[in-house]
């Protein structure tokens, strides 16, 4: 279970590591990954917490809870007065082994630093993306995460305020690209309007079972999550042929059918809806209820001529509650091309990128530097997509 926490003083509130896991005990949370702030100073005791960062969990950790200080990386480029800005977004850097305050006009540099210490790096705040390529600038999107991704610098993307389905239908673009990054939910405290720590989470299977922070960041890049909208009210217990869970592939080595079932589990009676999802579409919906000690159930089988993707989620009117990560179906080894739609997309999210950061662009300003190596990325990237649009073409999708 993971807590996304901007630290130290913010907004007026000061957050201490006894604060965190007296919450820890109330919402129940095994892991905390508290946040020291890497970027512009709106969190005034950065210099105090940075030096903090030092790759071991904070002493009062236990077996069963562990604390751990990370990083948060970010120079808004709306919101703020302070003079170094970037639209690249917010990253978030476990694992370090020390932090300090660096600033770059794109986020790669910062990536392979962090990459240095062994860091797992992920996109946060993927809720503030529009469905539509992004036309405006505001405090936060992560609009270099289609380039990140392709080049396979990062290893997940968060949500972490409560929002629309944004960060889904860019999380279900790229694993139709074939791209595998892991799906997390935090709560990004206290920027979330004040809500408790832990009321977005996320589930995380470790390998062997036993809790280490080391093994849960692994577990987060891998994908083996299931995030929460509402703390630990529900959970979905999803599998592919019996044991294949979120993060884990199904191999085929002809076309074939697999088994899917999701289990929708509750801490309390509730109603609502179940959807299993292949590649971005619903294949298998079911309005149902569940009450503790007897969770509703839907199962199906599908047949897969070429790889794909499926996943499990429970739905209200505002959206997913609950969304497991992505469970894989590869089909005589070959590589996920779902959608030539999905990739032209991101082609055309590069190319407006790019349009918009060269001389002369609206967000020309945010690269006095730093424009050449971060339009070179774009570059690599978008000729990425469109290879992945013609090979999805190639195969009817």
């Given at each position: 279970m993971h807590v996304h926490l901007d630290c130290g003083v913010a907004g007026g509130l000061t957050v201490t590591p006894e604060d965190i896991f007296a919450r820890m005990q109330t919402n129940h949370l095994a892991v905390v990954g508290l946040l020291a702030d890497m970027g512009n100073a709106e969190v005034r005791d950065a210099p105090r917490d940075l030096p903090k960062i030092n790759g071991k969990d904070v002493p009062q950790s236990t077996r069963q809870q562990i604390l751990h200080w990370d990083a948060e990386w970010h120079y808004d480029p709306r919101g703020v007065t302070f003079e170094q800005k970037a639209i690249g977004g917010h990253l978030i850097l476990l694992g370090?082994?020390?932090?300090?305050?660096?600033?770059?006009e794109y986020t790669y540099p910062v990536i392979g630093w962090a990459k240095q210490q062994g860091a797992v790096v992920g996109l946060?705040?993927?809720?503030?993306?529009?469905?539509?390529?992004?036309?405006?600038?505001?405090?936060?999107?992560?609009?270099?995460?289609?380039?990140?991704?392709?080049?396979?610098?990062?290893?997940?993307?968060?949500?972490?305020?409560?929002?629309?389905?944004?960060a889904i239908q860019a999380y279900y673009r790229l694993l139709n690209c074939g791209f595998r990054p892991g799906f997390t939910a935090s709560t990004d405290f206290p920027c979330n309007r004040h809500e408790a720590p832990g009321t977005l989470l996320t589930y995380v299977r470790i390998t062997g079972g036993k809790l280490s922070y080391s093994g849960w960041i692994e577990g987060l890049a891998k994908g083996r999550t299931v995030v929460s909208r509402g703390a630990h009210d529900e959970f979905l217990d999803f599998n592919v042929n019996g044991t294949a869970q979120p993060g884990d592939e199904v191999r085929l080595k002809n076309k074939g059918t697999v088994r899917v079932s999701v289990r929708w589990l509750a801490a309390k009676p509730m109603s609502g809806r179940i959807e299993l999802v292949r590649n971005g579409v619903v294949l298998a919906s079911q309005d149902t209820k569940t009450v503790p000690g007897s969770p509703a159930l839907l199962e199906v089988s599908q047949e897969f001529a070429q790889s794909g993707w499926l996943c499990a989620r429970r739905m209200d009117a505002k959206g997913h509650r609950v969304h497991t990560g992505a469970v894989f179906v590869s089909v005589d080894g070959a590589k996920v091309r779902a959608s030539s739609t999905d990739a032209e997309f991101f082609a055309r999210f590069i190319d407006h990128l790019i349009r918009q950061t060269s001389l002369g662009g609206a967000w020309s300003d945010y690269f006095p530097h730093e424009r050449e190596p971060a339009q070179n990325r774009y570059r690599q990237a978008k000729a990425i997509y469109e290879r992945i649009a013609a090979e999805a073409k190639a195969q009817g999708n």
């Open positions: 370090l082994r020390h932090g300090e305050k660096k600033f770059s946060a705040h993927m809720q503030y993306l529009h469905i539509d390529i992004p036309k405006d600038l505001d405090c936060c999107s992560p609009l270099e995460y289609p380039v990140e991704t392709a080049l396979e610098s990062i290893d997940f993307l968060m949500e972490d305020v409560n929002g629309g389905e944004s």
